[in-house]
């Protein structure tokens, strides 16, 4: 069964630093690219970072410098670090796997909360 579970999310301050984690499972995890997405109350899912098969990322521009995205394919694990975090970044974070033929999977989801 293709899984793909996210972890790490919780309450955090702001300026404060969480990591995601996203472990996959039932499929070719190096062979997929990897990302991730986020979705806040009221407004459309939108990408956050992403990392190819060969490795290369792309950002957010509301990310940038503060996030990190890396995978670990001997763990078959992806993974997000959100340093100096802001309210805006309070969402439910989606990890997302795509193959180069666009089969697609997602997880639940897990809920960041950035707040004092």
């Known amino acids: 069964q293709v899984q793909l579970v996210e972890s790490g999310g919780g309450l955090v301050q702001p300026g404060g630093s969480l990591r995601l984690s996203c472990l996959a499972s039932?499929?070719?995890?190096?062979?997929?690219?990897m990302g991730w997405y986020r979705q806040a109350p009221g407004k459309e899912r939108e990408l956050v970072a992403t990392?190819?098969?060969?490795?290369?990322?792309n950002y957010a521009d509301s990310v940038k410098g503060r996030f990190t995205v890396s995978r670990d394919n001997a763990k078959n694990t992806l993974y997000l670090q959100m340093n100096s975090l802001k309210p805006e970044d309070t969402a439910v974070y989606y990890c997302n796997a795509q193959s180069p033929w666009q089969r697609t999977y997602w997880g639940q989801g897990t809920q960041v909360t950035v707040s004092s």
């Open positions: 039932g499929f070719p995890f190096r062979s997929y690219h």
């Open positions: 990392i190819i098969i060969t490795g290369g990322t």
